[in-house]
């Protein structure tokens, strides 16, 4: 597209128009980056409280039930051969899961805790705990544990 200019006043107006609305584009660029880091910070320090707050009142409840918690995994990695950290800990092996399904069977029948109450102890979804239990009990012919 050529733009023809009858004078070099013209031609310089319009460059510097063109300059302008550069620079302003990226005033703007920059306004709106600020702006939705300003957001997103907000929402991450609403989620820390929030979380904070669940987190306290989790550390309370355990709190409660810190003895037998422990004494559970203990007895529960003493049986398996396992270090107490492993029974809680990401490892896929069988040897692992096995012992992690009985720690969370008996938390749910002698803790009486929830599902959700596990997992956030165990740091899994309550549906990986639902079916650890379910496992465990099918693999043992023990009755599921309805805990109310």
């Known amino acids: 597209m050529d733009l023809e200019y009858k004078t070099e006043q013209e031609w310089k107006d319009h460059y510097a128009a063109v300059r302008k609305r550069i620079a302003n ?16 910070d907000k929402i991450e320090e609403e989620r820390k409280a929030k979380a904070s707050k669940v987190e306290e009142q989790i550390v309370l409840e355990y709190s409660k039930h810190a003895p037998l918690c422990r004494r559970i995994l203990i007895e529960v990695a003493t049986k398996h051969n396992l270090p107490v950290g492993d029974v809680r800990g990401e490892k896929r092996k069988n040897r692992f ?7 969370f069977y008996r938390f749910r029948v002698e803790l009486g805790w929830s599902y959700p109450k596990i997992g956030t102890f165990f740091n899994r979804d309550h549906t990986s705990i639902y079916h650890g ?16």
């Open 133 to 148: 239990v379910m496992k465990y009990a099918e693999r043992n012919n023990l009755k599921v544990p309805k805990v109310e």
């Open 97 to 103: 899961v096995l012992a992690r399904h009985e720690a």
């Open 25 to 40: 584009a990226a005033v703007i660029a920059k306004q709106r980056a600020i702006e939705e880091k300003k957001a997103k």
